[in-house]
């Protein structure tokens, strides 16, 4: 589907039409990193969002809920080194201070602004510091690069790297473009996962048909990823869209929706798996591809249920060609499976055809799992059901990087 959009090779959150962006270290983080950051539009951005499915949801969820309540947003402030979650009422208090000195900086309503924070969960939040560097964010923004760069900079946590991902598709002749960032890289799994992903987009497009997208492209995308099984009290994905390039509004029946909705899935999609390669002292990207199941709701359960397989991810980590730890995943995944019909491949390496063993190349199989991408495809020979999930091995360095996360 490439051919419906086209990728923007350094494209960032501000280059759709009426965005800038920015962050800056208030000091919540230990080091010197950003830790606070803003997203501003010029204009009422019409907003929709998704949020963890955790029961214990921080402060912040709450207060963006309600801000999102009319549909639009001209904010969103941000800040790592601290989740602001299960902190009382003390937490929402915060929360709510964060949305209504972002909404006074930029001479905004209160009900406009977003809030997200990301970190540490059980800690009150800093807010003198986190005040402080409000105040600052106004001379901190930018419609350039560096304020995107500084931004997705500041949402980081145990990230390694920033996620960026950026497109531009044709909508009614016009150019549209679709960009996204997002952090994210422990207490990962599948709905909604320890991750914040920001989007933002010129089109014009209402409420509920960018909310539908959302949350369809999500169950694709970012619920189909998993590092290590935990779900985060913090998780959101927010997408705004100024409506400045002029288009016709766009709905499902748009001749050009199909466009639309390829590129707004492709920066999903690539957020998603930036994130899952960039797991907590991951060594390998690993994709799991499932056809052939009863329908695509029980390929995205065995899927899931490879990907956070710890036994897979060991085997992945170890380099070893252990096919019995893939089989044994579909065989609990809980849904429709004949164990006699059953194929998986480990890359180009056939292990198993038809549930038996296939002889093959152990030194192949060794030097192809030394990679740094492991692909697993598992074929049920059943009926047309597909997905496809993607998460990381699991190394000594996850157990290092979260044995001493506080400390």
Same mark, same amino acid.
């Given at each position: 589907? +490439?051919?419906?959009?086209? *990728? ?13 962006? !920015? ?6 983080? $230990? ?57 009382? $009422? ?18 905004? =309503? ?12 059980? +800690?009150?939040? $800093?807010?003198? /510091? ?15 690069? =560096? ?16 996620? +960026? ?8 002749? /016009?150019? *549209?473009?679709? #960009?996204? &960032? ?11 996962? &320890? ?5 933002? &987009?010129?089109?014009?497009? !209402? ?54 909705? =390829? ?17 907590? !002292?991951?060594?390998?990207? *690993? ?25 897979? $991810? ?72 597909? #997905? ?15 044995? =001493?996360?506080?400390?």
């Amino acid at each position: 589907m +490439e051919n419906l959009y086209t *990728i923007v090779s350094g494209g960032t959150i501000v280059s759709p039409q009426g965005f800038k962006a !920015g962050g800056l270290h208030c000091g919540l983080k $230990k080091t010197d990193r950003h830790d606070l950051g803003v997203i501003v539009c010029d204009v009422p951005a019409v907003a929709a969002a998704v949020y963890t499915t955790n029961v214990f949801q921080a402060a912040p969820l709450k207060v963006t809920r309600e801000s999102l309540h009319n549909g639009t947003l001209r904010a969103v402030v941000v800040n790592s080194g601290n989740a602001n979650a299960c902190t009382g $009422k003390q937490g929402e208090a915060d929360a709510y201070t964060m949305r209504a000195e972002t909404a006074a900086q930029f001479d905004i =309503a209160d009900e406009d602004v977003a809030v997200a924070s990301t970190g540490v969960i059980g +800690e009150l939040l $800093k807010m003198d /510091r986190v005040q402080s560097g409000i105040a600052v964010l106004p001379s901190r923004i930018s419609g350039e690069s =560096a304020g995107a760069e500084a931004f997705s900079q500041a949402i980081l946590t145990t990230d390694l790297v920033k996620k +960026e991902a950026c497109v531009t598709v044709k909508v009614d002749g /016009r150019d *549209i473009t679709i #960009a996204g &960032t997002a952090k994210g890289s422990g207490m990962i799994h599948p709905n909604m996962a &320890t991750m914040l992903g920001f989007m933002t &987009t010129d089109a014009v497009i !209402g409420q509920e048909a960018l909310q539908v997208l959302l949350r369809g492209t999500t169950d694709l995308t970012f619920n189909m990823i998993t590092v290590d099984g935990d779900t985060s009290t913090n998780d959101m994905l927010i997408a705004m869209s100024s409506g400045l390039a002029g288009n016709d509004v766009l709905t499902p029946s748009h001749p050009d929706w199909k466009a639309f909705a =390829a590129g707004f899935e492709y920066v999903c999609r690539m957020l998603a798996i930036a994130i899952a390669r960039d797991g907590e !002292g991951a060594a390998h990207l *690993i994709e799991v591809r499932v056809q052939g199941a009863e329908c695509n709701d029980d390929a995205q359960a065995i899927a899931k249920t490879i990907i956070g397989s710890s036994l897979v $991810k060991s085997a992945v980590f170890g380099a070893d060609a252990n096919w019995g730890r893939i089989i044994a995943a579909v065989g609990r995944a809980g849904r429709p499976v004949n164990p006699e019909t059953v194929d998986i491949a480990i890359g180009p390496i056939q292990v198993l055809e038809q549930s038996s063993p296939v002889v093959f190349d152990e030194e192949a199989a060794l030097a192809y799992l030394q990679g740094d991408t492991v692909q697993i495809d598992v074929n049920l020979h059943i009926g047309s059901g597909n #997905a496809t999930a993607w998460g990381c091995d699991l190394t000594y360095d996850y157990v290092r990087i979260n044995a =001493a996360y506080r400390t």
